[in-house]
DNA sequence: AAGAATAATGACCCTCGAGG
DNA sequence: CCTCGAGGGTCATTATTCTT
């Protein structure tokens, strides 16, 4: 069998090879290029399916079989506070959206230090290994969490730690794997240790048997089940960011409201009717991309998605940029909101559309961008839009400016 | 009222491509 | 061919809100 192995930084792909059983197969290294939108040269060399992935986000790593990814992969080291902790969700929706096992390597703490006070450990907010499992549950594909390695179980005393450069965080001493994580970590053994079990599971049923057997993995239950036990241990709950910043209430409401857009000849479809509770995201700031956009996804599983597509959701999911004002005498809402603006939407897809060379004439068009000419035909503006856009258009059922409104029919 | 947690935004890095 | 600005994407810190 022959391993393909996609990066976006040649020295994390390194680490996982060498540390896992990687290393004794028949593999080639490839560069990944993220979006149409932000590497023009490069993206349309990607193969199909992994573009398929790469559509909501890109992670740090996919490793294929035979040109069937098995799993991918997200590394951060940020500080898990708040809604910070889901800024790459909608990566690891992609993947699993996709049957792809998804890894997701987050620091459980983090040192910051702030104006006038001693450093602190920033926590990870433990509503995402909540958010994790109902992506398990709702797709039976692994979607696993493992602690970047940090001083913060021996030193919990943030001022203690030898490492404050690196914010508590343990990094690899391997100069050729630089930026990874500390490989020789009893958290990153479990992980090299999943990675093993999931392609040793593959290679032995293949990819599409091998899928259905995956949740089923000891090692998996064992780790989903460590996870459940966080989310208990760190005191997490559904009234965190960032559910604490959605309300639900009869779509009625929303029907209501987006009554302003009816005419004689338009009425709203059936989609938002046929759900009779709706889920409101406000985001009361100026229209922009992270953290937005996993927060977005991360709530659509939390609370809305019972199937396998957006079709299948519970509840609508709208995003809302502006706080809401509920009008129960008339049934309907306010948007008192003054940062958000519809044409900030509008702009930026038009700004993508200066990607496309659709228009151009054969004559203009040079030999090195016929390729590029050529997949737009095929899929139009669909990986030349910024992240933010696909990503909001994808997951929202509406979303709601102050001064206009944008929502499904169907 | 102080401290903790969360939400919002400022700032940075990287890549590409236009223009000198 | 080099420089520089714009755009895309990422992360940390500040601002605000919540809790005790």
Same mark, same amino acid.
């Given at each position: 069998?022959?391993?393909?192995?996609?990066?976006?930084?040649?020295?994390?792909?390194?680490?996982?090879?060498?540390?896992?059983?990687?290393?004794?197969?028949?593999?080639?290294?490839?560069?990944?290029?993220?979006? !149409? &939108?932000?590497? @023009?040269?490069? %993206?349309?060399? =990607?193969?199909?399916? #992994?573009?398929?992935?790469?559509?909501?986000?890109?992670?740090?790593?996919?490793?294929?079989?035979?040109?069937?990814?098995?799993?991918?992969?997200?590394?951060?080291?940020?500080?898990?506070?708040?809604?910070?902790?889901?800024?790459?969700?909608?990566?690891?929706?992609?993947?699993?959206?996709?049957?792809?096992?998804?890894?997701?390597?987050?620091?459980?703490?983090?040192?910051?230090?702030?104006?006038?006070?001693?450093?602190?450990?920033?926590?990870?907010?433990?509503?995402?290994?909540?958010?994790?499992?109902?992506?398990?549950?709702?797709?039976?594909?692994?979607?696993?969490?493992?602690?970047?390695?940090?001083?913060?179980?021996?030193?919990?005393?943030?001022?203690?730690?030898?490492?404050?450069?690196?914010?508590?965080?343990?990094?690899?001493?391997?100069?050729?794997?630089?930026?990874?994580?500390?490989?020789? !970590? &009893?958290?990153? @053994?479990?992980? %090299?240790?999943? =990675?093993?079990?999931? #392609?040793?599971?593959?290679?032995?049923?293949?990819?599409?048997?091998?899928?259905?057997?995956?949740?089923?993995?000891?090692?998996?239950?064992?780790?989903?089940?460590?996870?459940?036990?966080?989310?208990?241990?760190?005191?997490?709950?559904?009234?965190?960011?960032?559910?604490?910043?959605?309300?639900?209430?009869?779509?009625?409401?929303?029907?209501?409201?987006?009554?302003?857009?009816?005419?004689?000849?338009?009425?709203?479809?059936?989609?938002?009717?046929?759900?009779?509770?709706?889920?409101?995201?406000?985001?009361?700031?100026?229209?922009?991309?992270?953290?937005?956009?996993?927060?977005?996804?991360?709530?659509?599983?939390?609370?809305?998605?019972?199937?396998?597509?957006?079709?299948?959701?519970?509840?609508?999911?709208?995003?809302?940029?502006?706080?809401?004002?509920?009008?129960?005498?008339?049934?309907?809402?306010?948007?008192?909101?003054?940062?958000?603006?519809?044409?900030?939407?509008?702009?930026?897809?038009?700004?993508?559309?200066?990607?496309?060379?659709?228009?151009?004439?054969?004559?203009?068009?040079?030999?090195?961008?016929?390729?590029?000419?050529?997949?737009?035909?095929?899929?139009?503006?669909?990986?030349?839009?910024?992240?933010?856009?696909?990503?909001?258009?994808?997951?929202?059922?509406?979303?709601?400016?102050?001064?206009?409104?944008?929502?499904?029919?169907?």
């Amino acid at each position: 069998m022959n391993f393909r192995i996609w990066y976006s930084t040649e020295p994390f792909a390194d680490f996982v090879i060498d540390n896992t059983e990687l290393r004794n197969k028949t593999f080639v290294k490839k560069k990944m290029y993220e979006s !149409d &939108a932000n590497n @023009a040269k490069n %993206f349309h060399t =990607m193969p199909d399916h #992994i573009k398929k992935i790469l559509y909501l986000d890109a992670p740090d790593l996919i490793v294929e079989i035979d040109h069937e990814p098995i799993f991918s992969v997200e590394v951060s080291t940020e500080a898990g506070t708040g809604h910070n902790a889901f800024q790459r969700f909608a990566r690891l929706a992609a993947s699993v959206e996709n049957n792809v096992p998804a890894f997701y390597i987050y620091p459980e703490a983090a040192i910051i230090t702030r104006q006038d006070t001693p450093p602190k450990w920033d926590k990870i907010n433990p509503l995402v290994f909540k958010a994790l499992d109902d992506v398990m549950s709702i797709y039976n594909i692994p979607a696993l969490l493992y602690y970047y390695p940090s001083d913060y179980r021996t030193h919990p005393d943030a001022s203690t730690s030898a490492n404050q450069l690196t914010k508590g965080i343990l990094h690899d001493p391997n100069r050729n794997y630089s930026g990874s994580p500390l490989g020789t !970590d &009893a958290e990153m @053994a479990d992980m %090299f240790n999943a =990675m093993n079990e999931i #392609i040793a599971v593959f290679e032995r049923h293949g990819t599409v048997k091998g899928r259905e057997k995956l949740l089923g993995n000891r090692t998996v239950i064992a780790r989903r089940t460590f996870m459940n036990q966080e989310f208990a241990n760190k005191g997490g709950h559904l009234n965190m960011s960032p559910l604490s910043a959605t309300i639900k209430i009869p779509t009625q409401y929303l029907l209501n409201y987006l009554s302003q857009f009816e005419n004689a000849n338009y009425s709203i479809g059936e989609l938002l009717r046929s759900r009779d509770e709706t889920i409101f995201y406000k985001v009361n700031a100026a229209f922009r991309g992270d953290p937005y956009p996993g927060a977005l996804a991360a709530i659509d599983y939390l609370l809305c998605r019972e199937g396998k597509s957006f079709e299948e959701r519970r509840f609508n999911l709208v995003l809302a940029w502006s706080d809401i004002n509920i009008d129960d005498a008339n049934q309907t809402i306010e948007l008192p909101g003054t940062k958000g603006k519809v044409d900030d939407f509008v702009r930026a897809v038009q700004a993508s559309e200066n990607k496309n060379i659709l228009s151009k004439d054969y004559a203009d068009i040079a030999n090195h961008e016929i390729p590029r000419y050529y997949m737009q035909v095929r899929y139009g503006s669909t990986y030349s839009k910024v992240k933010h856009i696909r990503v909001f258009s994808y997951f929202a059922d509406a979303i709601l400016f102050p001064d206009g409104a944008l929502w499904r029919d169907a």
